[in-house]
Nanobody, 124 residues
Framework: VQLVESGGGLVQAGGSLRLSCAAS????????MYWFRQAPGKEREFVAG????????FYADSVKGRFTISRDRAKNTMYLQMNSLKPDDTAVYYC??????????????????WGQGTLVTVSS
């Protein structure tokens, strides 16, 4: 099983990026999929999550209205559209999956697989 994030990079404040998380090795159609991020010296924190259907979508308060999570079940892929980026959004972004759907999970919950992360740097 492998989760591979891509799409990170350097962007100016106010700009946009689109992250992707491609899953392989098995289907995660019936799993919840999540984005977390970890800034230097800080704990890994929840960013957004999406359930088996788009009926269940959750965001951290810090990104509501700016980030949009989506998934393509046929491609076993999840996305994070990030708009109006701020320097505080600078972090390594990770994707993960769970058989459970959480509205505001911690990284210590039952997430058996993690990607290697993609770095997002927002300059002021």
């Amino acid at each position: 099983v492998q989760l591979v994030e891509s799409g990170g990079g350097l962007v100016q404040a106010g700009g946009s990026l689109r992250l992707s998380c491609a899953a392989s090795g098995r289907s995660f159609t019936n799993y919840g999929m999540y984005w977390f991020r970890q800034a230097p010296g800080k704990e890994r924190e929840f960013v957004a999550g999406i359930g088996r259907t788009t009926s269940f979508i959750f965001y951290a308060d810090s990104v509501k209205g700016r980030f949009t999570i989506s998934r393509d079940r046929a491609k076993n892929t999840m996305y994070l559209q990030m708009n109006s980026l701020k320097p505080d959004d600078t972090a390594v972004y990770y994707c993960t999956v769970s058989q459970n759907v959480y509205s505001s999970p911690k990284a210590s919950y039952d997430f058996p697989y993690w990607g290697q992360g993609t770095l997002v740097t927002v300059s002021s």
